[in-house]
Nanobody, 125 residues
């Protein structure tokens, strides 16, 4: 069974930082691109970032460039999203997702095949 599990969410003040983790099992992680998505209540799920199978290619939404960094630890089957300078508008449930690396790294949600269950991030004073 292929599984993705997110962790690391929580409550943080504006300007603070969080590090999210995505743990993979049941497949070879380095064959897959990993995307990060987020969804606030009543809003569409939006793409935040993507990291290529080797970790050498990264892609970010304009709204998070310069603040968020995605990275891979392939031996641990882990992908991380470091979030700095957090803003209230970053509040959402964050998901990681996987798609086969034969396709380009994108932030388009319907191109991804496997999804985690999400972790809540709340940015508030």
């Amino acid at each position: 069974q292929l599984q993705l599990v997110e962790s690391g969410g929580g409550l943080v003040q504006p300007g603070g930082s969080l590090r999210l983790a995505c743990a993979a099992s049941g497949f070879t992680l380095d064959y897959y691109n990993i995307g990060w998505f987020r969804q606030a209540p009543g809003k569409e799920r939006e793409g935040v970032s993507c990291i290529g199978s080797s970790g050498g290619t990264t892609l970010y939404a304009d709204s998070v460039k310069g603040r968020f960094t995605v990275s891979r630890a392939i031996a641990k089957k882990m992908v991380y999203l470091q979030m700095n300078s957090l803003k209230p508008e970053d509040t959402a449930v964050y998901y990681c997702a996987a798609k086969y690396s034969g396709r380009p790294c994108t932030r388009t949600r319907n191109e991804y095949d496997y999804w985690g269950q999400g972790t809540q991030v709340t940015v508030s004073s």
